[in-house]
């Protein structure tokens, strides 16, 4: 996909917007603390539409955003933590729901078949909530949401909470008859 872009040339990069929040680099959602880079013209779309309906961000969340964003080493103990989870996931998931360790980020995505009724079924059964893929997707025109199979799982919790949470889910939906396709069967969109 990045190739795709190199190729279309600098006029490409002139309709490209980037957006980077503390949110998930510091875990710190709450700040609402980031900025975009682009091309000077949306550059300054941008800065107008935020003049007349953007809400400016608080000194005291400023200072704060400023030493996280010039500090890298809680970073790096994040990224580690992640690994962590992401390597109990692998562990126990193996191939089923088709899971796919992600290139970045914090959710799994397994294919469950009906991923609101696998929602619906883990917090009754197992006291495990995730959230049902077709809720973080689009349906398209014909009606078909590509999140429909799918359950996001945050992997967020420590190493413990992580593993029993896993194990959980992992108990229900095997009990549950739960088709779990191959991770080489799901679309490596995820």
């Keep these: 996909q990045a190739a795709a872009l190199t190729g279309a040339g600098e006029a490409a990069l002139d309709r490209v917007l980037v957006f980077h929040s503390l949110s998930k680099r510091s875990s710190a959602p709450g700040l609402r603390c980031g900025f975009a880079a682009g091309s000077a013209r949306l550059i300054d ?31 790096e103990a994040n990224r580690a933590y992640y690994r962590e989870n992401f390597a109990i996931a692998e562990r126990l998931l193996g191939n089923r729901f088709g899971f796919r360790k992600p290139d970045g980020g914090f ?42 199979p799918y359950i996001r799982v945050a992997l967020v919790y420590d190493a413990e909470t992580t593993e029993n949470g896993l194990k959980r889910i992992v108990d229900v939906l095997a009990r549950d008859g739960t088709k779990a396709p191959p991770a080489a069967a799901v679309g490596a969109g995820r």
Excluded: C, Q
């Excluded at 469950?112 to 349906?139: I, M, N, Q």
């Design 107 to 148: 959710f799994l995505w397994l294919d469950v078949g009906d991923g609101e009724a696998a929602a619906v079924k883990l917090w009754r059964e197992a006291g495990v909530r995730v959230v049902p893929g077709a809720y973080v997707s689009e349906t398209d025109a014909s009606g078909d949401n590509p999140g429909r």
């Design 45 to 75: 779309s941008l800065d107008m539409a935020l003049r007349v309906g953007g809400a400016g961000v608080p000194l005291p969340i400023l200072a704060a955003g400023t030493r996280l964003w010039r500090e890298e080493s809680h970073v």
